[in-house]
């Protein structure tokens, strides 16, 4: 097997897209591949200052880099989460990466700025983990966006994760869900753009990226994950994709393609303003205040916080790097 661009030993297979390539060679098509997305898409207009979602693991850290070569201005932005060692090295591992590329970076460390990292979180307020902490990274990611002037968040989610959401979607339908869907969302008042620039790319894909790159990244998974029904979906896309290369991006790619358009497109929302901290809310305070005044009370009522402790929505990310 021999790379397609200069006839060397191929390093990488790209089975589903019949294509193999030598190491430089493969960074330098995914380099051009992401490129290609953004610009095909317009989730970033050259030399954008955006806001990337870094946890730490192979996709996160892969982004960064990539939007960084093609000359984004990339900060960084790491939630804290409390989880245990494993937050404790996601921290650590962001951070060398940081520092090794001089990149900056900004941190939030969701204990220090409500009291409660996930655990606690998940506890008091009755909802599981992934939830809680799923509510509390979208929310703290678009306040920051919003307060340092980011039009633009980029996140590392790739085409499994993609697909695993649209199965997730087709087994439990929801129209509203899967009209939403997509690599881009676009901005609101108070609601900074979302984008997914690695969406075409497998997870397989990315992490040959990292590991041709020479990224060190965190390999441990969430402690919460085990067990989570995204992963039975990845598996489950994943044995069709190995008897069938290149069916999960078609099975994506014609969603968005050819199904998504027919679909009622969810009229624009009437967005308000939280009452507590002002930011977008269907309702008349947003989720994210809900579950902390709801963990406040609790928190209270186990005297796991003094009567007179307040909650504040805003919290001021830390320069780390
Ligand atoms: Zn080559
Ligand atoms: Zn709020």
């Not at 897209?17 to 493969?26: F, M, T, V």
């Not at 900004?106 to 409660?116: H, I, N």
């Not at 005297?303 to 780390?320: D, G, I, K, M, N």
Request: aromatic letters at 8%.
């Amino acid at each position: 097997m021999v790379c397609k661009v200069c006839g060397e030993k191929a390093q990488v297979e790209l089975r589903g897209r019949g294509l193999a390539l030598c190491k430089a060679h493969y960074l330098d098509w995914f380099v051009k591949e992401t490129e290609r997305a953004i610009r095909r898409h317009r989730m970033l207009t050259p030399g954008e200052r955006v806001l990337v979602a870094v946890s730490g693991g192979k996709d996160s850290l892969a982004l960064w880099d990539v939007l960084h070569r093609l000359g984004y201005q990339a900060v960084g932005l790491h939630i804290q989460l409390g989880i245990g060692a494993y937050s404790e090295r996601s921290l650590e591992v962001t951070q060398a990466f940081a520092r090794e590329r001089g990149l900056e970076l900004l941190v939030v460390d969701l204990r220090e700025a409500y009291g409660f990292g996930v655990p606690e979180l998940a506890e008091l307020s009755g909802r599981v983990a992934c939830s809680a902490c799923g509510l509390s990274k979208r929310y703290i990611l678009n306040q920051v966006a919003v307060e340092e002037g980011f039009r633009a968040v980029a996140t590392g989610h790739n085409l499994d994760d993609e697909a695993a959401v649209l199965f997730g979607n087709l087994l439990n339908p929801q129209e509203d869900a899967l009209a939403r869907q997509g690599p881009v969302l676009p901005e609101r008042p108070g609601l900074a753009a979302r984008v997914k620039p690695f969406y075409r790319f497998s997870e397989r894909e990315v992490l040959s990226y990292t590991l041709l790159r020479g990224i060190r990244y965190l390999h441990e998974e969430c402690p919460n994950a085990k067990g989570a029904k995204s992963l039975l979906y990845k598996e489950a896309l994943n044995r069709v994709e190995a008897e069938m290369p290149g069916a999960k991006l078609r099975f994506l790619e014609g969603f968005l393609e050819r199904i998504q358009p027919h679909l009622q497109a969810p009229g624009e929302v009437p967005l308000s303003q939280c009452q507590r901290c002002g930011y977008p809310t269907t309702g008349a305070v947003c989720a994210f205040c809900r579950m902390w005044d709801a963990v406040y009370r609790r928190g209270k009522k186990r005297r796991l916080l003094p009567e007179e402790a307040q909650f504040h929505p805003q919290a001021t990310p830390v320069r780390a790097g």
